[in-house]
């Protein structure tokens, strides 16, 4: 079965911190994909970032990088230099291409329980 | 991406009652999705809705408490139904053009009183 992992619950840190967003995933599948949703106060789920399993380069966009490593099945995500609208619920998903064993819908999405990220001034 | 808007955006309801929820997509899309947010939780997939047949219900989820329409590939409802306390939640539809990333809408908080 599909699972998601984010151990930290919660983080603090104050403004032009780095800090980074441990992501654990299991999955039976060979094709898969990784997600990290942002869910600011407004409780609105942003978009961040798709990979897909055959694609373990690294990336960044501005101020966001994220590490893809199958070997240790992780997926985290580092914020440099962080800002208070950082503040948020960030959430790492997966999604399998295969249907689950018992029963349900392919390419759903199975969410961590999320980490609160508290940026201060 | 495509524009997602939900109706109602929060509502209060009383226990024994339903509640209908509309998601509406400016653009066709392959797949529509229903999630539940629980208070302080992460999000848990209801169903996915399917357009023209009956939706595909997750685990621990039923479609006589959860019924979803889905008329066309733009638009779909989730109700609620015989709601209670334990209902309280926020109720967010996905959707996606393929298998591709899913996309939110802004969620509709529940309270049941």
């Known amino acids: 079965a599909q699972k998601v992992t984010q151990a930290q619950t919660e983080i603090s840190v104050v403004e032009k911190e780095d800090v980074t967003l441990d992501c654990v995933y299991e999955t039976r599948d060979t094709t898969y994909y990784l997600f990290w949703y942002k869910q600011p106060p407004s409780g609105e789920l942003v978009f961040l970032i798709r990979?897909?399993?055959?694609?373990?380069q690294n990336e960044i966009s501005g101020r966001y990088s994220w590490n893809f490593q199958k070997s240790t099945s992780s997926f985290n995500f580092t914020i440099t230099a962080s800002q208070v609208v950082d503040s948020a619920v960030y959430f790492c998903?997966?999604?399998?291409?295969?249907?689950?064993?018992?029963?349900?819908?392919?390419?759903?999405?199975?969410f961590g329980k999320g980490t609160l990220l508290t940026v201060n001034p | 991406s495509a524009v997602i808007s939900q109706k109602p955006s929060r509502d209060i309801c009383q226990r024994g009652t339903s509640l209908t929820i509309q998601c509406q997509v400016d653009s066709q899309v392959t797949m529509m999705f229903w999630y539940r947010q629980q208070p302080g939780q992460s999000l848990t997939l209801i169903a996915t809705?399917?357009?023209?047949?009956?939706?595909?219900?997750e685990s621990g989820f039923v479609i006589d408490k959860f019924p979803i329409s889905r008329p066309n590939l733009t638009f779909s409802t989730l109700t609620v139904s015989n709601m209670s306390p334990e209902d309280s939640s926020i109720y967010l539809c996905?959707?996606?053009?393929?298998?591709?990333?899913?996309?939110f809408g802004p969620g509709t908080r529940l309270t049941v009183l």
């Open positions: 809705a399917n357009q023209g047949s009956e939706a595909t219900y």
């Open positions: 996905s959707v996606s053009a393929s298998t591709d990333t899913q996309y």
């Open positions: 998903a997966l999604s399998e291409s295969s249907p689950p064993l018992g029963g349900g819908s392919n390419y759903k999405l199975t």
């Open positions: 990979r897909n399993s055959f694609d373990e």
